[in-house]
Structure formats: structure tokens, C-alpha cells
């Protein structure tokens, strides 16, 4: 269903009681009765654990495809481990660590954009397309990575931060090309009607103020100003531990709404971000939605509201993706929480 979406993030702007938006699709294995495994590999199976997710969840903001960070550094030619019941990762780097500079470098010019529908993209095109199909009472959402934490995969996590000051035009390199194949794969996601995109940039809240803005923030910039329109919003998502000291440019980069992971303190999010700019977050995924207890969360969602809820821009969500074998009594006790805290 085709949405205006800048009016979406008006509305969800001024309202008083205002929907969570956690980013929740990995635990539809349980409802369908499947594996980690065959979700990501079957477009018919996506879209039928988002409707699950869906009719589970009726007060819920938003539908949100799956958060795996594997698929486009796969695509790059990265390896990748996959399993059961854990979202895929990847094992390995593209870009050699073990050779000299020069060599890097080369590698890094020499490194091929990837068609859109490589590896697994068109699955999870397919899947949006399908899924949109199925739900029409709230915005369907596909989830992309951003260009530093795709970089990072495609150079070894660690190394990249140390490149960024040792060989930041190389860098530089690798980044274009993650931000060229972003934006295509975006434009996918568009042309088969998803309503907008979630961009997952967990790697740059590891960067300095300086560094995340040359390194992640003028590239999402980029993309964000490439691929939204009015009627195809942009969510950024960032759960690294600086994040708090990077908003200038986070909140520069132009998106519908800005989501944040338990590594910072919500309310000094909230302290800081302009009165316009839509903050979601940050349940903890790992501690409270696969490990605690329905008590624990529903106590762990009214201290994060209670703190954040005076500011009209605050929406509550978890702090990341919610694992595959989270809870659903945990699930439930999260949505619970809410509609008790807006004495639905």
C-alpha cells in the first residue's frame, strides 16, 4: 500500500500515544515453526513471518524486515556464517589484511560493484514485494546496511577503524562502492512499493565525532538524499556506544526518524536532539528480550518511557533487532508495557 511517508512522520510527530516501533522480524521463526536458516532463504517465508509478526503485534508502528547484516558483504564476495537459530554473520574480509598498502589499495579500486539481485538481494527484494501485499494497517519497512559498517565487513571490523586513520583514501574507496550498491539496492526495495528503508550503521558508533562524519555521515547523507522521497521514508539506525557524541551529524543526515541502541542513554538522546527529529530506541534486544523475563522487560519499557515520553519526538523500540529466539512472552510483555504506560 503506497504511503505518504513525510506525513507518516508528522503524524507520528503529534500524536499523543504514539506506537512502538521495535525492529522485530527475526522471531517470526517461532510463529512459523521454521529455522533462522530457512527464513533468510525463501522470499515466501519472509513475508509470511512479517504478516505473523504483524497480526501478533496490532499496535505496532511499523512493519520491519529482517536486520541482517551479512547479505550485502556477501554479495561483495565476503563469507558468511549461517545457522539455525542466530543471524547470519560474516567470517571473513574481502580486502586482504595481510598484504602491504599498496597492494590494499589496488585491491580496493579493483573491487566490483555488485548488481542488485546478487547472492540473496532479490530473496529479500521478493520478500518486500510479497509482504506488501499482506499488510496494508501500517508502513512496511526494508532493512539495509549502511555504507561504514558494510565497509567495515568488507575490510575486517577491527582493521577498519584502525584504516580510517592509516589509509583513509583507501577507505574512501571501498566506501563509494558500498554507497553506489546502498542506493541501488534501496531503489529496489522502492520499485516493488516498500514504503522505506531502515539503514543500519552500527559500526560508526564506534568513531570519533570527526571520523564518523567523513567516514559514515557524508555518505548517509548520500544515500538518504538519493533514495527519500515523500512518499519513502528513511529510519537511521546507530547502536554503537558514541553515538551520543555524533548526533550533530546523525541528525544532519536528513532521515524520517533516528533509532538508537542501550549502548547510550536514551534520555540524553532525547536531551540533546532537536524537537523535530523523531528518536526511537532502546530496550535491550540481547538482555531483556531473549534473556529476561516478561517482568523485567515491562519494568525495563516503563523506565525508558517514563524518561523519554515528555519529549513529543521519543518513540519507544528495542535497542536493535530483537533475536530469533527471543521470547514471545517477552515480546508480548514489551507491548503490554506500552499500551499500560498510555492506559490503552
Known amino acids: 500500500m503506497k504511503r505518504n511517508m513525510d506525513q507518516w512522520t508528522k503524524d507520528l510527530l503529534s500524536a499523543e500515544q504514539k506506537k512502538a516501533v521495535p525492529v522485530l522480524s527475526f ?8 529455522t533462522v536458516k530457512d527464513l533468510i532463504s525463501d522470499s515466501d517465508l519472509q513475508a509470511r513471518g512479517m504478516k505473523a509478526v504483524a497480526d501478533r503485534t496490532p499496535h505496532a ?30 567470517t571473513g574480509p574481502v580486502i586482504s589484511t595481510e598484504v602491504e598498502e599498496e597492494e590494499r589499495m589496488e585491491q580496493a579500486e579493483a573491487l566490483q560493484v555488485p548488481a542488485v539481485g546478487t547472492g540473496r538481494t532479490q530473496i529479500y527484494i521478493d520478500a518486500i514485494e510479497k509482504a506488501m501485499g499482506m499488510i496494508d ?4 519497512l526494508a532493512g539495509v546496511i549502511g555504507p561504514f559498517s558494510l565497509a567495515g565487513r568488507l575490510l575486517d571490523v577491527t582493521q577498519s577503524l584502525i584504516y580510517c586513520y592509516e589509509e583513509p583514501d583507501m577507505v ?11 542506493i541501488n539496492y534501496i531503489e ?11 539503514i543500519a550503521e552500527p559500526l560508526a558508533g564506534l568513531l570519533s565525532p570527526a571520523l564518523a562524519k ?33 548526533l550533530d551529524t546523525i541528525f544532519s543526515s536528513g532521515a524520517n526518524a533516528y533509532h538508537f541502541g542501550n549502548a547510550v542513554d536514551m534520555a540524553e538522546i532525547m536531551e540533546k536532539a532537536p524537537a523535530d527529529a523523531i528518536c526511537m530506541g532502546n530496550i535491550d534486544p540481547a538482555g ?12 525495563a519499557t516503563r523506565s525508558v518511557m517514563e524518561k523519554c515520553c515528555r519529549y513529543p519526538n521519543f518513540v519507544i523500540s528495542s535497542g536493535c533487532d530483537i533475536p530469533p529466539l527471543s521470547s514471545w512472552d517477552n515480546i508480548d510483555a514489551f507491548f503490554a508495557a506500552v499500551d499500560e504506560f498510555y492506559g490503552r
Open 27 to 34: 522471531p517470526s521463526i517461532q510463529l512459523l515453526g521454521i
Open 288 to 299: 531483556e528480550f531473549r534473556n529476561g523475563t516478561p517482568a523485567s522487560i515491562r519494568e
Open 172 to 182: 574512501h574507496v571501498v566506501l563509494e562502492k558500498c554507497t553506489e550498491f546502498i
Open 188 to 198: 529496489a526495495y522502492k520499485a516493488v512499493g516498500a514504503n522505506g528503508v531502515v
Open 61 to 90: 508502528g511499523a512493519a520491519v524486515s529482517l536486520m541482517d547484516l551479512s547479505i550485502e558483504a556477501e554479495c561483495f564476495g565476503a563469507p558468511i556464517r549461517v545457522s539455525d537459530d542466530e543471524v547470519p554473520t560474516v
Open 214 to 246: 567523513e567516514f559514515s555521515g557524508d555518505y548517509i547523507h548520500r544515500i538518504v538524499q538519493a533514495v527519500r522521497d515523500e512518499d519513502f521514508g528513511v529510519i537511521y539506525h546507530n547502536c554503537g556506544n558514541t553515538a551520543n557524541l555524533t
Open 137 to 140: 494497517d501500517r508502513p512496511v
